[in-house]
C-alpha cells in the first residue's frame, strides 16, 4: 500500500482483533493511514491504556473532514483511558453499521462521541468548526455496559434508541440523579440491570413515561437507599406494569418488595438474593396477584424470618396459580413460609428446595394445598428428597432430624440444636465419620471453647468452608492434644475461612504442628479483639508460646496490628 507521495505504508487489512491492556506509554493507537483501511476488524478492546487520542493525525490535520467506518466491528470496549482528548483532532464523523455491544464510561464515550451539536464536549479546530460531523453513530447498537460518574445525563437519549439491554454501573461515590428521564429515549430497551446506584436523589419523571413500561427484565445489584421496589414516589413505577423478571441482589437498604400488588401482575420470575435488612419479601396481598409468577428464589437474607408477612385478620384464599418452583436457601432465620393461618393453594407447585434454613420449622400455620408436590429437595442437586404425605409434615421432620445438618456435605452447630452440641463435645466421631462434610458452620455455640483437634482433621480431607460466628467462649479453633501422632495438620481442600465477633478467641491454632492450607484463597477475620495471630507456635520443651503468622515470613511488627477493628 502506498500513500499519495508513493511512500509504501503498514496496513492491517485483514484484521480481526485488537485487545490492549495496560499500556500507558502510548499516547496513540492507530495513524490516520491505517485506521481509515479497517475492513475486516471485528472486535476492538482497549482498556487501562494511556493514549491521548485513538488515532493520531500523522503527518498533520488533514484539511478534507474524515470519514472512519468500522463496516464490521460488532464488539467495541474502551474503559478507563484517563488520558484520552479525543477519538482523532481533526474534523470527522465516526461509523459503526455493525456495532452489537459496547462496553465504556461516560468519561471516555463523551470524548469519543462528541460534538457541538450533542452538547458533549466543545472541541473545534482553529477555525471554530466541531471536530465531530454530525451523524448516525451507533444505528445497531443493541446492548450498553457503562460504568457513569455522576454526568450521563449530558448524553441525548435518541443517540442510544434501538439498545435492548443496558448495564448500569456507577463509581462508589456518585450516580446519575437522571437516569431515568434518560432511560425514556431507549424506545426498544427491554432488559436494565443498576449496579452500584444510589437512589437517594434520584429524579422522578415528568411527562411522558411509556417507554420506561417496555422493560421485561430489571436487576438490581448493590443500590444503596433503596427501602422498597414499589411505593408511592417510586421512581421504578414506571417500569413495573410490564416487568417479566425481577433480579434484586446485595441491596442492603432493601425492606420488602412493596406492597402495591398490581404492580407486579405479570411478572413470572423473583430473585432476591444478599439482603441483609429484610424481614419478610412480600404482602399476602402482593402473592395472590402475583399471577403470572412460576419462579420464586429468596436466598441470604440473614434476618429474614418470614417470606409472606403476618398483617392480621386475611381471610381470603392465597392462590398462587402458576407457581412451579420454590426455592429457599441460606435463611439463617426463617422460621416458615407464613406465620399466619392463612390458607395457601399452590396448585401447580412441583420443586420446592429448603438449603440451609436451620430454623425452619414448618412452612404454614394455617391450610396448605400443594397436589402437585411430591418431594422437597435439601439441595439443588438432591434428586431422591424427602416427603412424609404433605409440605407440612416433611418441613416438620427434616427439621427434628438434620439436627443441623442443612444438606448431606453441610454441617450447623449452635445453640439452636444442644443435642448436637453435646455429641459434639463427648465425641465429634460420631458426627464426622458419617459425614462427607464440604462446609461447617459454628454459630453461637456458648459452650465450646475449641474446636477441632489434630487427629479429628483426618475426618475433614473434603472440607471447603468453615465459618465461626459469635462463639463467645471459644478460644482456639484447633486445640492441641498431647498424644496425637499428627505432625502436619492439613486442610487439604478448605479454601474459605470466615471468623467473626468471637470476643475470646485469641489463635486459630495453638501447638507445636505446622499448618497447611494449600488451597485457601480467602480468610475473614472481623471483630476478633483477642486474636494477636493466626497461628501461634508452642514449644514442648518449655511451653512458651510464640506468635508466627501464617504466610507472613519473617515480620518483626506487632501482629496484633494486623488483626484490629480496622
Not at 51 to 72: A, Y
Not at 158 to 182: A, M, T
Not at 416 to 427: A, G, Q
Request: negative net charge; contains cysteine.
Amino acid at each position: 500500500h502506498v500513500d499519495l507521495q508513493g511512500q509504501e505504508i503498514l496496513t492491517f487489512q485483514n484484521l480481526r482483533q485488537v485487545v490492549l491492556e495496560d499500556c500507558w506509554g502510548l499516547k496513540n493507537l492507530f495513524p490516520v493511514s491505517i485506521a481509515k483501511h479497517l475492513p475486516q476488524l471485528e472486535h476492538l478492546r482497549i482498556s487501562r491504556f494511556g493514549v491521548e487520542e485513538i488515532v493520531s493525525e500523522g503527518e498533520g490535520v488533514e484539511e478534507q473532514p474524515v470519514r472512519f467506518k468500522f463496516p464490521k466491528v460488532s464488539s467495541l470496549e474502551v474503559t478507563d483511558l484517563q488520558k484520552l482528548k479525543c477519538f482523532y483532532k481533526g474534523q470527522h464523523t465516526i461509523v459503526w453499521p455493525m456495532l452489537k455491544k459496547m462496553r465504556t464510561d461516560s468519561s471516555t464515550l463523551r470524548k469519543i462521541v462528541a460534538s457541538e451539536h450533542l452538547r458533549l464536549i466543545q472541541e473545534t479546530n482553529g477555525n471554530g468548526q466541531p471536530v465531530l460531523l454530525v451523524e448516525e453513530v451507533f444505528p445497531n447498537l443493541e446492548e450498553l455496559q457503562a460504568v457513569i460518574f455522576g454526568d450521563m445525563d449530558q448524553f441525548p437519549p435518541d443517540l442510544f434508541h434501538n439498545i435492548k439491554l443496558f448495564r448500569l454501573s456507577c463509581s462508589s461515590h456518585s450516580g446519575s440523579s437522571y437516569i431515568f428521564p434518560f432511560l425514556r429515549g431507549f424506545y426498544n430497551l427491554g432488559s436494565l440491570l443498576l449496579s452500584g446506584f444510589d437512589f437517594k436523589d434520584v429524579v422522578h419523571c415528568k411527562g411522558d413515561a411509556r417507554t420506561l413500561t417496555q422493560i421485561k427484565n430489571l436487576k438490581l445489584q448493590c443500590c444503596r437507599n433503596l427501602k422498597h421496589v414499589w411505593r408511592k414516589d417510586s421512581v421504578l413505577g414506571y417500569i413495573l406494569s410490564n416487568l417479566q423478571t425481577l433480579e434484586v441482589w446485595n441491596c442492603e437498604d432493601l425492606i420488602n418488595i412493596g406492597a402495591w400488588s398490581l404492580s407486579f401482575q405479570n411478572l413470572t420470575t423473583l430473585h432476591v438474593s444478599f439482603c441483609k435488612m429484610m424481614k419478610n419479601l412480600v404482602a399476602p396481598s402482593v402473592v395472590e396477584n402475583l399471577v403470572q409468577l412460576t419462579t420464586m428464589r429468596v436466598k441470604g437474607c440473614t434476618k429474614m424470618t418470614e417470606i409472606v408477612a403476618h398483617e392480621g385478620d386475611y381471610h381470603q384464599t392465597i392462590v398462587a396459580g402458576k407457581l412451579k418452583c420454590l426455592q429457599l436457601s441460606e435463611l439463617q432465620s426463617l422460621t416458615s413460609f407464613c406465620p399466619g393461618s392463612y390458607t395457601f393453594n399452590f396448585p401447580c407447585l412441583e420443586e420446592v428446595i429448603v438449603e440451609r434454613c436451620p430454623k425452619l420449622k414448618i412452612f404454614s400455620e394455617g391450610v396448605l394445598s400443594t397436589p402437585q408436590l411430591q418431594r422437597v429437595k435439601q439441595e439443588i442437586f438432591d434428586e431422591k428428597g424427602r416427603w412424609t404425605g404433605d409440605l407440612n409434615t416433611t418441613i416438620q421432620q427434616l427439621y427434628t432430624e438434620k439436627g443441623g445438618f442443612n444438606g448431606p456435605r453441610d454441617l450447623n452447630i449452635s445453640d439452636t440444636f444442644p443435642k448436637l452440641i453435646e455429641t459434639w463435645k463427648r465425641n465429634p466421631q460420631e458426627i464426622l465419620e458419617l459425614q462427607n462434610l464440604r462446609e461447617m458452620e459454628f454459630y453461637k455455640c456458648s459452650s465450646l471453647k475449641y474446636i477441632f483437634t489434630p487427629s479429628m482433621l483426618l475426618s475433614l480431607k473434603q472440607l471447603d468452608r468453615i465459618e465461626v460466628k459469635e462463639c463467645n467462649t471459644m478460644e482456639q479453633v484447633i486445640r492441641e492434644e498431647e498424644e496425637a501422632t499428627i505432625h502436619k495438620l492439613t486442610f487439604p481442600k478448605l479454601s474459605f475461612v470466615k471468623i467473626e465477633a468471637c470476643s475470646n478467641l485469641t489463635n486459630f491454632y495453638l501447638g507445636s504442628r505446622p499448618l497447611e492450607f494449600p488451597k485457601v484463597i480467602d480468610i475473614t477475620i472481623v471483630d476478633c479483639p483477642k486474636m494477636t495471630a493466626f497461628s501461634s507456635s508452642v514449644s514442648r520443651e518449655s511451653g512458651d508460646a510464640s506468635e508466627n503468622v501464617v504466610g507472613e515470613g519473617d515480620i518483626d511488627d506487632n501482629t496484633a496490628n494486623f488483626f484490629s477493628d480496622k
